[in-house]
């Protein structure tokens, strides 16, 4: 119940603009960590007779400790006893170890006039994210690298004639036996370009590509990383746990698993 009115207030908030108050309200939510059990619960959630939905769009960790977070609102409206309208809102958030450190607000209620409707950026606390981002990953991070969803890890439905570019670049690169895409791939904040690069990496791997230390520790940095991913498989669209994907990459091309692992 807490969790309920918890969540009510932000959207409270939201609607009233109270950014120190709409601060401290997605802080203390971020903070209980339970975000999964949280949506399942906020399908019915009611406030004042309009009905609030939330979609669990995207969470994803960028770095230990480091969490992307995409929400989508919608709230419907009563307008008479047989009509209402909707009212959609897209939050995406990043929290460092429970700490909000930035969010945005997109208002989506006219679809030919999407704006940001609430902006919160911590210079020092993204600072941080951006040091840690390069000394792990040896690669600069800017807000254009965040809350990417146009890439989707797997392979194109042959029966409807679909195409997915990452994976022809990826294929390509590996007939050529180049390294250099696969490399890239791996260094970026988006898990499924990261899972193209993991899996293009570990193939070269088992063809006899020698990975240097530092490639060798990013490897075993994604075995260990989490988040929801989009895919495809026999032609339908899921989200999936990343982890759950590398295991399944691992599986696969367990040879060059074996010499990561060490």
């Known amino acids: ?17 109270v950014q120190a108050q709409i601060n401290q309200s997605i802080e203390n ?19 004042n007779n309009d009905s609030i939905k939330v979609t669990h769009l995207h969470e994803r960790e960028l770095i230990k400790g480091i969490t992307e977070i995409v929400l989508e609102v919608k709230k419907e409206i009563p307008i008479d006893e047989h009509t209402s309208k909707l009212e959609i809102f897209k939050l995406e958030l990043i929290n460092s170890n429970d700490k909000l450190v ?16 609430l902006n919160y950026y911590d210079a020092h606390g993204m600072n941080r994210i951006k040091s840690e981002y390069r000394r792990t990953y040896n ?18 439905c042959e029966q409807l004639g679909t195409i997915n570019p990452e994976r022809d670049s990826l294929e390509k690169s590996i007939e050529n036996n180049n390294p250099e895409l696969s490399l890239t791939w791996l260094k970026s904040p988006n898990l499924e370009l ?32 989490k988040g929801l991913i989009g895919t495809t498989l026999e032609c339908l669209f899921y989200r999936i746990r990343f982890e759950e994907v590398v295991k399944i990459i691992n599986t696969r091309y367990n040879k060059a698993y074996k010499i990561i692992a060490g």
């Open 1 to 17: 119940m807490m969790k309920k009115i918890l969540f009510a207030n932000i959207i409270c908030l939201l609607s009233l603009g």
């Open 29 to 47: 939510w971020i903070g209980n960590k339970d975000f999964i059990f949280l949506f399942e619960k906020l399908d019915s959630l009611k406030t």
């Open 102 to 117: 930035y969010y945005r607000v997109w208002d989506l209620r006219n679809s030919c006039n999407k704006h940001i409707y």
């Open 139 to 156: 690669f600069e991070i800017d807000s254009t690298h965040l809350f990417s969803d146009t890439v989707v890890y797997g392979y194109p």
């Open 194 to 225: 990261q899972l193209f690069g993991y899996e293009g990496l570990l193939r070269l791997i088992e063809n006899g590509y020698k990975a240097n230390q530092s490639t060798m520790e990013i490897l075993e940095t994604i075995t260990e990383k």
